[in-house]
């Protein structure tokens, strides 16, 4: 027997992905301390596995993500994880300023 897809509604739009309006650096997603696909931990990452974003202070960066895709920088030996893409070049182009902040 198979799955009939015709007795369920899917909807294209998912309330947890809200995305914001004024973005700045990071094209308008939201930004959250969410479980990484490591596993599910119901506590959260623990403070260990998370940093700070030092180009959009205040967004919270789960280093192991940020580093499977490559969001992060090694400066002045430390290591600084990106919250997303678009945080990378400010970084590049004066990492001191942003090192300084955090």
């Given amino acids: ?3 009939d897809h015709d007795e ?8 947890g992905h809200a995305e914001q309006a004024d973005g700045g650096h990071c094209g308008g997603h939201a930004h959250s301390a969410v479980p990484s696909h490591h596993g599910i931990n119901l506590l959260g990452p623990s403070a260990e596995e998370l940093a700070e974003c030092p180009v959009m202070r205040g967004s919270t960066v789960v280093k192991a993500d940020a580093e499977a895709k490559g969001l992060f920088r090694d400066y002045a030996g430390q290591r600084y994880w990106f919250c997303c ?3 990378e070049a400010p ?4 990492p001191s300023k942003y090192a300084a902040a955090v």
């Fill in 91 to 94: 970084f590049d182009a004066d």
């Fill in 1 to 3: 027997m198979g799955h």
């Fill in 85 to 87: 893409a678009g945080c």
């Fill in 8 to 15: 369920h509604q899917h909807g294209d739009h998912d309330p």
